[in-house]
């Protein structure tokens, strides 16, 4: 069965480090690749969305690749601070009539002063 | 994002009873969604809507039904309301040239006594 795995354990780093968040799939071919950001009690905010035949992705001080091949994504946040804390979430989409995407549940991030 | 507006943000309600959850946008997109997060299994979609007269079921949309009034409002309603219907409820939407990145609103926190 299709399936996306996020740690679901919380990740914490020292402010100023980089922040490495995983996404890994099975049973998909995606067309597209998505990161989100959820706030407690907020609706998730886009990022950025990295397609099938692309291989990284930039924006500001985010980075995505994306591994067709491994069915893998890692999401960036170079010189990370406290505000960058907050849970992330991988959504995969699929090609159609109605482009579905599917989330994972997502990987809690605490950037420690 | 303000832009997309949910009311109420929280309800508590007792089984058996009809409730409705309003969702409204004025980012002029056409397409609308509505999902349910649950810890431990991420956003999941109930129904999705391309415009007015274009209504689907999403994977889980058995118990709720949708009404889609105008372009900017989308309804969901819970017919007769049970425990395993407490959630967060998510609207989203996504404009039909871009339809792969979604504009979430802030939620609504439901109960289900």
């Known amino acids: 069965s299709q399936k996306i795995e996020q740690n679901s354990e919380a990740l914490n780093i020292q402010e100023g480090k980089t922040a490495t968040l995983t996404c890994n799939y099975t049973n998909y071919s995606p067309a597209y690749l998505q990161w989100y950001r959820q706030d407690p009690g907020r609706g998730p905010v886009f990022l950025l969305l990295i397609r099938e035949n692309e291989k990284e992705k930039r924006k500001e001080r985010l980075k995505v690749t994306f591994d067709t091949t491994l069915k893998q994504s890692l999401f960036h946040i170079t010189a990370s601070q406290p505000a960058d804390s907050a849970t992330y979430l991988c959504?995969?989409?699929?090609?159609?009539?109605?482009?579905?995407?599917?989330f994972g549940i997502g990987t809690k991030l605490q950037v420690i002063p | 994002d303000a832009d997309v507006t949910q009311t109420p943000r929280n309800r508590i309600t007792k089984t058996g009873k009809r409730i409705m959850l309003e969702c409204s946008q004025t980012k002029g997109h056409d397409r609308m969604y509505w999902y349910r997060q649950d810890p431990g299994l991420g956003l999941r979609l109930i129904y999705y809507s391309f415009d007015v007269k274009d209504i689907n079921k999403g994977e889980i949309s058995d118990g709720y039904s949708v009404s889609r009034q105008a372009q900017a409002k989308f309804s969901l309603s819970l017919e007769s309301a049970i425990p395993n219907q407490t959630a967060l409820y998510f609207c989203a939407t996504s404009d039909q040239n871009r339809p792969d990145t979604q504009y979430f609103g802030p939620g609504t926190r439901l109960t289900v006594l």
């Open positions: 959504a995969l989409g699929v090609s159609g009539g109605y482009q579905k995407v599917t």
